[in-house]
């Protein structure tokens, strides 16, 4: 099963991810912590990045498109199927990607679109902490750790908030991909593969949903 999951910033991809690849074990291959591990051990692509990502703006497609391209040529990937997290997020990219699957010998298989009413994002990527050994991602009112300061996941009791979370970065990040969002749902709609999901109800609930659609294709 290939998969990839759309949706704004802060609309809860990196969350169902987390429970997705929990149930289904495939590849999770999120772009922005491929680029935000590239930034941390400071290699030519995370150079390159860390400009584009301190404003909220996307990283220039021919970097980000040969990143994604090198990533699913990998076995494990064609081994247990991917889900991307991130990718595409514009039409070039959606291109790219077809072309990418095409050379590998691989297929998209279903895209989900987390729908978020954008207004409450900013509230969302402002509460979010990531604990810092596991990536797991919490908030601080809609989800935090089960005891507090504990990560429910692996036990650390480290925790971040990213930088480009910081309420002037969120606001362009927020400009930038509403933009890019509807020629993509076009895209996905036109090509059959396209299901929306209300991401404005509770995690569990939203898994639910996104649960109901890869039964029926998996
Ligand atoms: P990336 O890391 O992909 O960030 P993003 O798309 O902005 O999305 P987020 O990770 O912030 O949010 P999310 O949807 O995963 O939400 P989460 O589950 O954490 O990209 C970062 C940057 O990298 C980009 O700005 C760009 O510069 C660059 N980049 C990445 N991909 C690129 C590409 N393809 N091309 C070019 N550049 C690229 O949830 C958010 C919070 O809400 C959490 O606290 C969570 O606990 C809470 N929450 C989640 N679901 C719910 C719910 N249902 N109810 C209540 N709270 C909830």
Redesign the pocket.
């Known amino acids: 099963m290939n998969l990839m999951l759309m949706?704004l910033?802060?609309?809860?991809?990196?969350?169902?991810a987390e429970k997705i690849v929990d149930k289904y074990h495939i590849i999770h291959i999120?772009?922005?912590?491929m680029?935000r591990e590239a930034m941390a051990n400071e290699t030519p692509v995370g150079l390159k990045?860390k400009g584009?990502?301190d404003k909220?703006?996307?990283?220039p497609d021919e970097v980000?498109n040969e990143l994604v391209k090198e990533r699913l040529g990998q076995d494990d990937v064609k081994q247990n199927g991917y889900m991307l997290?991130?990718?595409?997020?514009n039409l070039e990219?959606a291109k790219a990607l077809a072309q990418i699957n095409a050379d590998l010998g691989l297929k998209l298989d279903a895209v989900i679109d987390i729908d978020v009413d954008p207004a409450i994002l900013v509230e969302?990527?402002s509460?979010?902490f990531i604990c810092k050994n596991c990536g797991a991602?919490?908030?601080k009112l809609?989800?935090p750790t089960k005891v507090a300061g504990v990560c429910d996941r692996c036990g650390s009791h480290e925790f971040y908030q990213r930088e480009?979370d910081k309420p002037e970065t969120v606001k362009n990040?927020l400009a930038v991909?509403v933009k890019m969002n509807t020629p993509l749902i076009d895209f996905y709609q036109k090509d059959g593969i396209l299901h929306r999901i209300d991401?404005d109800?509770?995690?569990d609930q939203?898994f639910a949903d996104v649960d109901t659609v890869l039964n029926k294709i998996y």
């Not at 909220?56 to 990283?59: C, S």
């Not at 997290?85 to 997020?89: E, L, N």
């Open positions: 949706g910033p802060g609309a809860g991809k990196g969350t169902q999120s772009t922005g912590d680029f990045a584009f990502i909220g703006e996307l990283v980000t997290d991130g990718f595409p997020r990219q969302r990527l509460g979010r991602t919490y908030h809609n989800h480009d990040r991909n991401g109800q509770a995690i939203v």
